[in-house]
């Protein structure tokens, strides 16, 4: 089946890391991502892994895939105010359609 | 470049009625996705168009339909709604074909039905 879980709120003091999990069912998941959304706008991508990688920086932003246990990651360093937002995780499965998780609510404490 | 447009932007509805949303995609893309995001049920996947053709469909009843024009706009059309078709309406865009898989959200459409 096509499923993704994740944690529904996160609170993490400024300059800290955030560390936001991940788990997915299709193990023909070709590519997987990181949206990010702020209040009352649309979808943006943040990163995204394909499946044959387990590790991917940019910048503050560290993607670890764990393909054998069908979990990802997504670290954000030195968290700042302007990470405030929800972060969906989200696989691309047969035919190209993309599922997203619930979405992880990031509460950034000052 | 524009990025995805919606229309409307908000709109308020009465349970029995139907709405029709429209999502005007970035120049250049061919597939158009909608999704419906509500508090409980996160992002939901409703149906992907492709060159005119629904390619992909999820788990909504039929009451939820859409449809691509030539020029790749998609509208998607919610008959006999019901109060817990309220949610935000998200259309994302993309190549559809030989990417990464990037979307390209608009803002959506807030539809409430009273």
């Known amino acids: 089946g096509e499923d993704v879980e994740q944690s529904l709120f996160l609170s993490v003091r400024e300059g800290d890391s955030s560390v936001i999990n991940c788990t997915y069912t299709?193990?023909?998941?070709?590519?997987l991502y990181w949206y990010k959304q702020e209040p009352g706008a649309g979808l943006q991508l943040l990163t995204y892994i394909f499946s044959n990688m387990d590790m991917k920086q940019d910048q503050r932003l560290t993607v670890l895939l764990n393909k054998k246990d069908k979990h990802l990651s997504l670290r954000i360093a030195d968290t700042q105010t302007g990470d405030s937002a929800i972060y969906f995780c989200?696989?691309?499965?047969?035919?190209?359609?993309?599922?997203f998780g619930k979405g992880t609510r990031l509460h950034i404490l000052p | 470049k524009a990025g995805v447009t919606q229309t409307p932007r908000y709109l308020i509805k009465t349970r029995g009625q139907q709405v029709t949303l429209s999502c005007s995609p970035i120049s250049g893309h061919r597939s158009v996705s909608w999704y419906q995001q509500t508090p409980g049920q996160g992002l939901q996947f409703l149906f992907e168009y492709f060159s005119e053709t629904q390619r992909n469909k999820g788990n909504f009843p039929g009451r939820f339909s859409g449809r691509q024009f030539s020029n790749s706009r998609s509208e998607m059309n919610v008959s006999t709604l019901e109060l817990g078709d309220s949610a935000l309406y998200l259309c994302?865009?993309?190549f559809g074909t030989g990417w990464t898989g990037e979307l390209f959200f608009g803002e959506g459409s807030r539809l409430t039905v009273l």
């Open positions: 994302a865009s993309s």
């Open positions: 299709d193990s023909s998941s070709t590519y």
């Open positions: 989200a696989e691309r499965v047969r035919d190209d359609k993309i599922i």
